[in-house]
């Protein structure tokens, strides 16, 4: 395999990861209230999905420390399928859990690990100095693609598919269900693990020998997570990119909780917004592909417009933080417009929006890959999400509130400014060599 190699697969690997979740997004609410779930039990269903995501957020990242990429990949993929398939057939609200306990292991599994295996090949087939910009902007641009497109097939599929065994608004599940099957046999194929760390000192992800058996394995999890959390503690640097995550959560709350009903607003009707929402979503997710896609060059000309010429990527995410800052407080601005020419801005900041939060997020991406080693990379970026899962989480209830009593201008200002100052935390930013790996012992001892 060469460089040019791994990157088509892991651009195949990033596509097929999101479809499945692009697919059933625009019908997951609707299929649960036409199978007779009260919102409440929607709620429920939403609520057990996240706290089953951010429970096994960093075990699931440490897992694939341990046990390598492509095994993690493909349970992902299994459980996105199980979900997918179940959530197709659910016609109560247990089977709904049932199906939102598997989405939720399948997800926390997906976090990390394609990128990881990824950074892993290139590093052992180009060496520590490998550029990571161009191939993770290829594979983020391909991550909002596949989204961008599921959600359109999604929405659009039910209209077509005529009655039959399954509901209209069954059949995106079922398609995603299909999506992740590809997935799984494509990830036992196409994505054989690295021989070695970027060290040489581990044979592969903290096995010393040829004795390491499952329960071996399995011990070394806690042991991982635990390194790795310190890791973060301990590093200036990584400490700064997980409350960048933060921000970048309180920047997605801002839009995912507000904007359909400001949307549904605009349009009339709930169902008019429904169907505004979509598009404005789809168009979202092409402007994060082309915001993972410009990256790079944002950063090399952010970098050359600093007066000191600092480093690119750090300059480019402060380019990426405070348009999304401005794009957010756009928003706010325009609140008080109807009509037209509401739809138009508010569908035009959402897509600025996603594209600074992409290349924020992907150069963010790179300076944290670039600052771990090989042995605890997935539980560093594990550990990412899950700061952006927490802000998101401190959000929804700040601004539900303050949106009810003060308006969606003030929750969208308050956010704007939150957003801008998180900006701060990239000046100055400590360099991004990586921290020394844990030492390995041999034998029993």
């Known amino acids: 395999m060469n460089a040019r190699s791994a990157l088509r697969r892991y ?102 690990p394609a990128t990881a295996w990824y950074v892993d090949t290139l590093h052992e087939l180009e060496g520590r100095d490998a550029d990571l910009g161009r191939g993770l902007a290829r594979g983020g641009a391909m991550e909002a693609a596949a989204l961008c497109l599921g959600v359109l097939a ?49 044979d592969r992800y903290g096995k010393t020998d040829g004795r390491g058996t499952l329960r071996g394995l399995v011990r070394e999890v806690p042991a991982t997570v635990g390194g790795g959390v310190r890791l973060v503690a301990g590093a200036p640097v990584l400490r700064r990119l997980m409350l960048v995550a933060a921000g970048s959560g309180v920047a997605l709350t801002a839009v995912e909780l507000l904007t359909p009903g400001r949307l549904a607003e605009l349009a009339g009707t709930a169902e008019q917004g429904s169907t505004a929402y979509a598009i404005v979503a789809a168009l979202g997710f092409a402007g994060s592909a082309a915001g993972s896609a410009m990256a790079p060059r944002v950063a090399r000309l952010a970098g050359r417009a600093t007066a000191a010429g600092g480093p690119a990527p750090v300059a480019g995410a402060v380019a990426g933080t405070l348009l999304t800052g401005a794009s957010v407080a756009a928003l706010a601005a325009t609140a008080g417009l109807g009509g037209a020419a509401g739809l138009v801005t508010a569908g ?28 605890r990379r997935n539980t560093v970026t594990s550990t990412s999400s899950l700061a952006l899962q927490a802000g998101g989480a401190a959000s929804n209830l700040g601004f539900g509130a303050l949106a009810t009593g003060a308006g969606t201008a003030a929750a969208w200002s308050v956010a704007a400014c939150l957003i801008m100052a998180s900006a701060s935390l990239f000046v100055r930013m400590p360099r991004t060599s990586p921290a020394p790996g844990p030492q390995v012992r041999s034998g029993s001892g």
């Open 154 to 202: 999604g929405g659009f599929v039910p209209l077509v598919v005529p009655p039959g065994p399954l509901p209209p608004l069954a059949v995106p599940a079922l398609a995603g269900a299909v999506a992740a099957a590809v997935l799984l046999v494509v990830v036992l194929i196409a994505l054989p693990e690295p021989s070695r760390d970027t060290y040489g000192k581990r």
């Open 11 to 112: 651009m195949l690997v990033a596509f097929l990861t999101w479809l499945p979740l692009g697919l059933m997004m625009p019908v997951m609410v609707l299929l649960m209230t036409e199978r007779g779930l009260s919102l409440a039990q929607v709620g429920l269903v939403t609520t057990v999905f996240s706290i089953v995501t951010i429970t096994l957020e960093l075990p699931t990242g440490g897992l694939a420390d341990v046990v390598g990429r492509r095994v993690v990949l493909a349970a992902s993929a299994a459980f996105t399928l199980g979900a997918l398939a179940l959530m197709a057939v659910s016609t109560t609200v247990w089977m709904f859990l049932g199906m939102a306990v598997l989405k939720g292991v399948g997800r926390a599994l997906s976090s990390g």
């Open 348 to 375: 035009t900041a959402y897509v600025v929006l996603f594209a600074g939060l992409s290349v924020a997020g992907l150069l963010c991406l790179e300076m944290t890959h670039k600052a771990v080693d090989a042995g």
